[in-house]
Structures are given as structure tokens and as C-alpha cells.
């Protein structure tokens, strides 16, 4: 701990001698230090979450899909007699042209565009 008071020290004494070398009072200091910090956290939020702007509405459609799919196939599992479970069956066994094929899968393409 020997060397953290004496790095503090340093560090105080630094300050203070570059305050005075530029001729600006404390509060001013302060000021600067603040802005300084604002300006490092917002580059470092921004390389963060690569400032790239993203389509929020379709996410959010897509995960209220998935968890609209994501309930009906649990529900279907704990009551597979159900009404809803007989009449998922039904439109399945009805469009076999969401399975995939050699041409590949209908649900993956949707999902790239």
C-alpha cells in the first residue's frame, strides 16, 4: 500500500503543476476532466455497439413470432390432443413445401433476407 499513497501523491502533484502551467483555476479543471470523461465514455459506447443503426420494429416482430412458436410447440407437447395442436397438424400435413428439399429450406431463406 506503500506505493499507492506514494503514486497518489504523484498523481496530485502532477495535477496541480499542470493546472498552474496552463493557467486555469480548479472549477475549470474539473470542467474539463468532466467533459474529457463524457467524450472517452461516449467513443468507447460507440465502439461498443458499432454505431450502426438496426431495423428495431422487425426484431421485434420476429421474437414475438418466436415466442408465439415457441408456446404453441410447448403447448403442443403437454397437451397433444388439443384442438389447436389437431389443427397445427392439419395445415402442416396440408403445406409440404415448408420441408425442406436438395433446393433448399424455405424457412432459412426467409430468414436471410
Same mark, same amino acid.
Given at each position: 500500500?506503500?506505493?499507492?499513497n506514494?503514486?497518489?501523491?504523484w498523481?496530485?502533484g502532477?495535477?496541480e503543476?499542470m493546472r498552474?502551467m496552463?493557467? /486555469?483555476?480548479h472549477s475549470?479543471h474539473?470542467w474539463?476532466?468532466?467533459?474529457k470523461?463524457l467524450l472517452?465514455?461516449?467513443i /468507447?459506447?460507440?465502439?461498443l455497439?458499432g454505431c450502426?443503426?438496426?431495423?428495431? %420494429?422487425n426484431k $421485434?416482430a420476429?421474437?414475438? $413470432?418466436n /415466442?408465439?412458436?415457441i408456446?404453441?410447440?410447448?403447448g403442443?407437447?403437454f397437451?397433444? %390432443?388439443?384442438?389447436e395442436? $389437431?389443427?397445427?397438424r392439419e395445415e $402442416?400435413?396440408?403445406?409440404?413445401?415448408d420441408y425442406?428439399?436438395?433446393?433448399?429450406?424455405?424457412?432459412?431463406e426467409?430468414?436471410?433476407k
Open positions: 500500500m506503500k506505493w499507492l506514494k503514486f497518489t501523491r498523481q496530485e502532477h495535477h503543476r498552474k496552463m493557467g /486555469i483555476s475549470t474539473l474539463i476532466s468532466f467533459v470523461g472517452i465514455g461516449l /468507447i459506447t460507440c465502439l455497439t450502426s443503426s438496426t431495423k428495431v %420494429a $421485434q420476429s421474437s414475438i $413470432q /415466442i408465439d412458436a408456446s404453441k410447440v410447448l403442443c407437447v397437451a397433444p %390432443a388439443s384442438e395442436c $389437431q389443427r397445427l $402442416q400435413e396440408a403445406a409440404p413445401e425442406c428439399t436438395d433446393d433448399g429450406c424455405p424457412e432459412f426467409e430468414l436471410s
